[in-house]
């Protein structure tokens, strides 16, 4: 099983220009989430999804938007990028009961410029 | 908000030394789990702790819950150049466990 999956790995944007960051699972996992990992300040959520058609805003949505219309995939998309916006971006599925792990995709590295 | 504060932030030891890593809160949470991130990866989960006062241990890595619950540390014995990597610890709160609250991280170095 491939888990959970990113793409693209690295990506440099200019300021201004939009992209879909991609992320797709096949562990059947009803949650989903998106972080960014910033040096030095850990991981924030931006969006979390309990299920195929419900998405909700984490700590740091601003800038970014989501979709989760299967249960596979979660991608996320940034409009009119930012240089605030570069950073380390990782999806992760969690299974059901509590407390359960995060299965976390390998990240895509973003730099806007 | 609730904040995990964890220290130290940079730690660099020689192979075979001991460390301890700090994970603490003012708020209680109702699961602990401790993620070890290597350079290019996502963070893997090590270890969850559930109740007050919980010791697991993993190998050379002992997992402590405070008797609390606003706590954590990790601490590991005889470390080796394969622990280099960025530790991070996660609050999970009540019945749903989903949106877990991550402290900023532990970046470990065990040189050689």
């Known amino acids: 099983n491939a888990g959970v999956t990113q793409t693209p790995k690295f990506r440099i944007l200019k300021i201004g220009q939009s992209m879909t960051l991609q992320c797709t699972q096949d562990?059947?996992?009803?949650?989903m989430y998106w972080y960014r990992q910033d040096p030095g300040m850990g991981l924030k959520l931006i969006y979390y999804?309990?299920?195929?058609?419900?998405?909700d805003k984490g700590e740091v949505p601003n800038g970014y938007n989501v979709s989760r219309s299967t249960t596979e995939d979660f991608p996320l998309r940034l409009e009119l990028a930012a240089p605030s916006q570069t950073s380390v971006y990782f999806c992760?599925?969690?299974?059901?009961?509590?407390?359960?792990?995060?299965?976390f995709g390998n990240g895509t590295r973003l730099t806007v410029t | 908000t609730q904040l995990l504060e964890q220290s130290p932030q940079f730690l660099s030891i020689q192979e075979g030394e001991n460390l301890t890593v700090y994970c603490n809160s003012s708020?209680?949470?109702?699961?602990l789990q401790w993620y070890r991130q290597e350079p290019g990866e996502g963070p893997v989960l090590l270890v969850t702790?559930?109740?007050?006062?919980e010791v697991k241990k993993l190998k050379r890595l002992t997992f402590q819950f405070g008797d609390a619950r606003k706590d954590s540390s990790l601490h590991i014995t005889a470390a080796q150049p394969g622990d280099t990597g960025l530790y991070l610890c996660?609050?999970?709160?009540?019945?749903?466990?989903?949106?877990?609250?991550f402290g900023k991280g532990t970046l470990l170095t065990v040189n050689p």
């Open positions: 562990m059947n996992h009803n949650y």
């Open positions: 708020s209680v949470f109702s699961s």
């Open positions: 999804s309990v299920g195929a058609g419900i998405t």
């Open positions: 996660a609050g999970g709160r009540g019945g749903s466990n989903y949106k877990l609250t």
């Open positions: 992760a599925t969690q299974p059901p009961g509590s407390p359960s792990p995060l299965h």
């Open positions: 702790v559930v109740t007050g006062g």
